[in-house]
Structures are given as structure tokens and as C-alpha cells.
């Protein structure tokens, strides 16, 4: 009903929250396969079910945790999500991102909850050509974040 909703063209990401267990998922993705589903992050706990599930769906699979030796040792997950904060801030966040693409694991940026992470992700995929997949953005959701109607104390 979804995808009849927004029709073809439209975007859909899931997330499961690393909430399901395997045998849960396997069902899920042989329901939800046939719509067009871009990705599906964290269907389950581990990367290991991860790999097992790789063998029962085609949606790319993506994940909050930054762990690329075991995405790449395991195929799975095809792309990372998370904010500069885990990696350690923008200068090591752009050797990951570097990272991923040699390593042939997609990436894009969770901002977290703050306008100044959203700032920073803008900043970085701006002028980095290697993140083609639009990034997750709570800021919103803050109703007195701490970058609104600070900028003009500096004009």
C-alpha cells in the first residue's frame, strides 16, 4: 500500500533497529522484496545474520555501527550510517569515508539531533563525491536546537 501510495519513483529506507530476529527477517524481506525497497537498515543484531540473510534477499542491508573489517570479511552490510561524533570527528570521518570506498562499502551520514551535525554532514558531502545516498537528519525533532538565531550575533 506503501509504494502504491508514493508510487515507483519515491525512496523508501527501512530500519528494524537491529530488532529481529533471523527468522523473522527472512520473512519480512520475502514479503517487502517485491516493492522496491532502497534499503533496510539493521534487520537484525549482528553482521553474521546479516550475511545469512544476503543469501535470502537482494535489498541492501546498511548499519549504524562502523565496523568495516567485519562488513567487508562478511559482504554485509552494504553501506554504513553514522555521525562524525563515533568516528571521531570530521578529519577521521573523511579517512573513513575514504575507507569504505576502497573498500566498496557504500556510506552516508546520521546527523544525530543536533543543527550543528546537520551543518557539519552538509559541509563534508558537499565536497565529497563519494556519498551519493541522501543522509538521515533528526535536527528537527529539536524545537530550540542551538544553531537557530545564532548566526546573526556574528554579522
Not at 529481529?20 to 545474520?49: K, M, Q
Not at 562488513?71 to 575507507?99: E, H, K, Q, S, Y
Request: glycine letters at 6%; proline letters at 5%; charged letters at 20%.
Amino acid at each position: 500500500m506503501l509504494r502504491k501510495q508514493l508510487g515507483n519513483r519515491a525512496m523508501i529506507r527501512l530500519d528494524a533497529n537491529m530488532s529481529w530476529s533471523l527468522s523473522t527477517a527472512r520473512h519480512i524481506l520475502r514479503e517487502i522484496e517485491p516493492y522496491n525497497i532502497r534499503n533496510y537498515e539493521d534487520p537484525v543484531a549482528t553482521f553474521e545474520e546479516m550475511a545469512q540473510l544476503r543469501q535470502h534477499s537482494s535489498i541492501p542491508f546498511s548499519t549504524h555501527i562502523p565496523d568495516l573489517r567485519r562488513a567487508v570479511a562478511l559482504g554485509t552490510p552494504d553501506n554504513i550510517v553514522t555521525n562524525f561524533a563515533v568516528l571521531g570527528g570530521l578529519r577521521r570521518a573523511i579517512r573513513f569515508i575514504g575507507a569504505c570506498e576502497a573498500m566498496g562499502i557504500g556510506f552516508w551520514c546520521y546527523s544525530g539531533d543536533a543543527g550543528i551535525c546537520n551543518a557539519a554532514y552538509l559541509h563534508v558531502v558537499a565536497a565529497t563525491e563519494r556519498i551519493h545516498e541522501p543522509s538521515q537528519s533528526l535536527f528537527r525533532w529539536q524545537p530550540d536546537d542551538v544553531i537557530v538565531n545564532r548566526i546573526s550575533k556574528f554579522n
